[in-house]
């Protein structure tokens, strides 16, 4: 079985897998990284969204042995130490999850457009979430969050 070095997280790891094992699988099963969730299957649903390189991929479709010698971050690495990233708070305080199964997705592609575009419109999170499906229907408190988060890190700039 090959062995793959990837950084996840800001570490570097090695993974013994197969290496048309999706990404998904070896973050869950081989290092215990859950929060990334098996939706879909077929990179529909964005239950299963991760960062290759700082951009959103859905993990169930990319074969561990693509990203061998990229950066992984999932959403365990989102926050920094005990302090959570500011969409993770902004989710509590808009209290958006319901059953929380496609959140940490939702909140990693959230992650990527606020890199991208730190001030979005209504339409920009709505074309950026589009492939994050939420069986809850919380798409209102998910834009109020993410909206949230956008203003927090830009008063945390400011000062």
Same mark, same amino acid.
């Given at each position: 079985?090959?062995?793959?070095?990837?950084? $996840?997280?800001?570490? &570097?790891?090695? $993974? &013994?897998?197969?290496?048309?094992?999706?990404?998904?699988?070896?973050?869950?099963?081989?290092?215990?990284?859950?929060?990334?969730?098996?939706?879909?299957?077929?990179? =529909? %649903?964005?239950? %299963?969204? $991760? *960062?290759?390189?700082?951009?959103? @991929?859905?993990? %169930?479709?990319?074969?561990?042995?693509?990203?061998?010698?990229?950066?992984?971050?999932?959403?365990?690495?989102?926050?920094?130490?005990?302090?959570?990233?500011?969409? =993770?708070?902004?989710?509590?305080?808009?209290? @958006?999850? =319901? %059953?929380?199964?496609?959140?940490?997705?939702?909140?990693?592609?959230?992650?990527?457009?606020?890199?991208?575009?730190?001030?979005?419109?209504?339409? &920009?999170?709505?074309?950026?979430?589009?492939?994050?499906?939420?069986?809850?229907?919380?798409?209102?408190?998910?834009?109020?969050?993410? *909206?949230?988060?956008?203003?927090? @890190?830009?008063?945390?700039?400011?000062?």
């Amino acid at each position: 079985m090959p062995k793959f070095s990837i950084t $996840v997280n800001g570490a &570097d790891a090695q $993974v &013994d897998a197969p290496d048309d094992m999706p990404l998904l699988w070896a973050l869950r099963d081989l290092m215990g990284l859950t929060g990334s969730k098996y939706g879909c299957g077929i990179g =529909q %649903c964005g239950a %299963c969204t $991760v *960062h290759l390189n700082g951009a959103p @991929v859905r993990s %169930c479709l990319l074969p561990v042995g693509q990203v061998s010698g990229q950066a992984i971050t999932t959403i365990e690495g989102l926050a920094d130490g005990d302090a959570l990233h500011a969409l =993770q708070q902004a989710w509590i305080e808009k209290d @958006v999850a =319901q %059953c929380g199964y496609c959140q940490s997705g939702q909140i990693m592609s959230a992650a990527a457009l606020l890199q991208s575009n730190p001030e979005p419109t209504d339409a &920009d999170i709505d074309a950026a979430m589009a492939g994050n499906y939420c069986r809850c229907g919380t798409y209102i408190r998910i834009r109020e969050a993410i *909206h949230a988060a956008a203003m927090s @890190v830009d008063a945390a700039a400011a000062k």
